[in-house]
């Protein structure tokens, strides 16, 4: 949520930086609703004030043997247009909420207005594969591996969904497993966070109200929950509520789920086999941070996410997205693409955003200043490390011989038991 002073302050600032982000407001409705409830905080202050001074002089009058009715009837009158003044107070703070609450977040000042046509590609790493021979695609070798029944799944679950099969689920486990030996030795704190999540941590996350629709919700429970997107909506609600020492940040977390999407895959070749679908795992990186650290932080969590995929010996690049083509609450976002050569583009396995302040104030999530004794809202960021049904396409893709078979990376094998090679099966 944005900071209510910064738009009476810069209102022209927050407006034209919300355009670079396609979202154009108009903030004069707000400013109008939040003078008035200013005006009448103050109002409802003074007449406070004075019924307390009109009723502290109750006893000295009766003591005088003065009629005190008057009195009576005066706070009386006061505490009737309070009430009046309280209910209208309420409906401002509601109406101010839910304009709050619908804004983006505001994007830094060094981002490129616009969608993502305007992103750029800042780092590449390694060269595009070439190969002698005719390559397959990642579905193609798959299947011929024996690593993914895409028929099965399909029959059990509907479009959209796999089902990694023998060394493929292995492949996969491998996977999961070299992503959290990384994490681990670096000093992230491992998470495994519930999957079904109540309202308020998609709201914390920034991903409701605007995007409700976009999660799957379960019907029957009270009160409501639905299936997490991402763990990133579960670790930015981690510390909802509190306020931390400044000694305890940064909070480096990483957590492993399978993410539940309702944005079904499509027909597209590009979206084919597992590019897509509506379940996927991921590990996901949070840090809560210091607004001053919070920069470092981001290239650290880029360095980390990009990191394991030159690990993995993949060709990828990094770009660093346009105002445009950030989500709703993150104000700064690098992709780290991986190269999928049968479809010849590049495809997204780790976003990288700083969200600054927007979800802390969402989920009131402080720390005290040991400096001054005040307290202020931390920055919250997150990064996958890696999701993985992307990077799985890509490994088969660009390890691909031959003969058909595919080279399992070099940093795989100790979780896939010394197998250096999948072949195909009959």
Same mark, same amino acid.
């Given at each position: 949520?944005?900071?209510?002073?910064?738009?009476? =302050?810069?209102?022209?600032? $927050?407006?034209?930086?919300?355009?670079k982000?396609?979202?154009?407001?108009?903030?004069?409705?707000?400013?109008?609703?939040?003078?008035?409830k200013?005006?009448l905080?103050?109002?409802?202050?003074?007449?406070?004030?004075?019924?307390?001074?009109?009723?502290?002089?109750?006893?000295?009058?009766?003591?005088?043997? %003065?009629?005190?009715?008057s009195? &009576?009837?005066?706070?009386?009158?006061?505490?009737?247009?309070?009430?009046?003044?309280?209910?209208?107070? =309420?409906?401002?703070?509601?109406?101010?909420?839910?304009?709050?609450?619908?804004?983006?977040?505001i994007p830094?000042?060094?981002?490129?207005?616009?969608?993502?046509?305007?992103?750029?590609?800042?780092?590449?790493?390694?060269?595009?594969?070439? !190969?002698?021979?005719?390559?397959?695609?990642?579905?193609?070798?798959?299947?011929?591996?024996?690593?993914?029944?895409?028929?099965? +799944?399909?029959?059990?679950?509907?479009?959209?969904?796999?089902?990694?099969?023998?060394?493929?689920?292995?492949?996969?486990?491998?996977l999961?497993?070299?992503?959290?030996?990384?994490?681990?030795?670096?000093?992230?704190?491992?998470?495994?966070?519930?999957?079904?999540?109540?309202? %308020?941590?998609?709201?914390?996350?920034?991903? &409701?109200?605007? &995007?409700?629709?976009?999660? !799957?919700?379960?019907?029957?429970?009270?009160?409501?929950?639905?299936?997490?997107?991402?763990?990133?909506?579960?670790?930015?609600?981690?510390?909802?509520?509190?306020?931390?020492?400044?000694?305890?940040l940064p909070?480096?977390?990483?957590?492993?789920?399978?993410?539940?999407r309702?944005?079904?895959? @499509?027909?597209?070749?590009?979206?084919?086999?597992?590019?897509? +679908?509506?379940q996927?795992?991921?590990?996901?990186?949070?840090?809560?941070?210091?607004?001053?650290?919070?920069?470092?932080?981001f290239?650290?969590?880029?360095?980390?996410?990009?990191?394991? $995929?030159?690990?993995?010996?993949?060709h !990828?690049?990094?770009?660093?997205?346009?105002?445009?083509?950030? @989500?709703?609450?993150?104000?700064?976002?690098?992709?780290?693409?991986?190269?999928?050569?049968?479809?010849?583009? #590049?495809?997204?396995?780790?976003?990288?955003?700083?969200?600054?302040? #927007?979800?802390?104030?969402?989920?009131?999530?402080? #720390?005290?200043?040991?400096?001054?004794?005040?307290?202020r809202?931390?920055?919250?960021?997150?990064?996958? +490390?890696?999701?993985?049904?992307r990077? &799985?396409?890509?490994?088969?893709?660009?390890?691909?011989?031959?003969?058909?078979?595919?080279? $399992?990376?070099?940093?795989?094998?100790?979780?896939?038991?010394?197998?250096?090679?999948?072949?195909?099966?009959?």
């Open positions: 949520m944005l900071d209510i002073n910064l738009i009476r =302050e810069k209102p022209l600032y $927050v407006k034209e930086a919300l355009k982000k396609l979202w154009d407001t108009d903030f004069d409705e707000l400013l109008s609703w939040d003078k008035e200013r005006e905080m103050q109002v409802v202050e003074n007449n406070k004030a004075e019924m307390n001074k009109l009723s502290a002089s109750v006893p000295l009058l009766k003591k005088q043997g %003065q009629d005190v009715s009195v &009576f009837k005066q706070v009386k009158e006061i505490a009737a247009k309070n009430k009046e003044y309280e209910e209208r107070l =309420e409906e401002l703070t509601k109406k101010m909420t839910e304009f709050l609450e619908a804004l983006p977040n830094d000042d060094d981002l490129v207005g616009g969608g993502k046509e305007n992103n750029k590609v800042i780092h590449t790493y390694g060269k595009k594969p070439e !190969f002698s021979f005719k390559a397959k695609d990642h579905v193609e070798l798959a299947t011929s591996l024996g690593l993914v029944d895409y028929d099965r +799944g399909a029959k059990i679950a509907g479009h959209g969904a796999w089902i990694y099969t023998n060394l493929g689920a292995r492949l996969e486990w491998a999961l497993n070299f992503f959290i030996s990384e994490h681990l030795k670096d000093g992230y704190e491992m998470i495994l966070p519930p999957h079904l999540l109540n309202e %308020q941590s998609g709201y914390v996350a920034g991903q &409701f109200p605007k &995007f409700r629709q976009d999660v !799957f919700w379960l019907e029957g429970l009270e009160p409501q929950r639905f299936l997490l997107p991402t763990a990133e909506t579960a670790l930015v609600n981690l510390h909802r509520d509190e306020i931390l020492s400044e000694s305890d909070k480096k977390y990483f957590a492993y789920t399978p993410c539940y309702r944005e079904a895959g @499509s027909y597209r070749t590009e979206e084919r086999g597992m590019i897509r +679908g509506y996927f795992d991921k590990v996901e990186m949070v840090q809560y941070t210091k607004p001053e650290d919070s920069d470092k932080a290239e650290e969590l880029v360095g980390k996410a990009a990191s394991l $995929v030159e690990k993995l010996g993949l !990828f690049q990094i770009s660093k997205l346009a105002a445009g083509d950030i @989500s709703h609450s993150m104000a700064r976002t690098y992709d780290i693409e991986v190269y999928i050569p049968s479809i010849g583009i #590049y495809k997204e396995v780790s976003s990288a955003s700083n969200a600054r302040d #927007y979800q802390a104030r969402r989920g009131k999530c402080r #720390y005290r200043d040991s400096a001054t004794g005040k307290t809202y931390v920055h919250t960021l997150n990064a996958s +490390g890696l999701a993985t049904s990077i &799985f396409p890509a490994i088969l893709e660009q390890y691909q011989q031959e003969d058909g078979s595919v080279l $399992v990376p070099e940093v795989l094998q100790p979780f896939m038991g010394g197998i250096k090679v999948l072949k195909p099966v009959k």
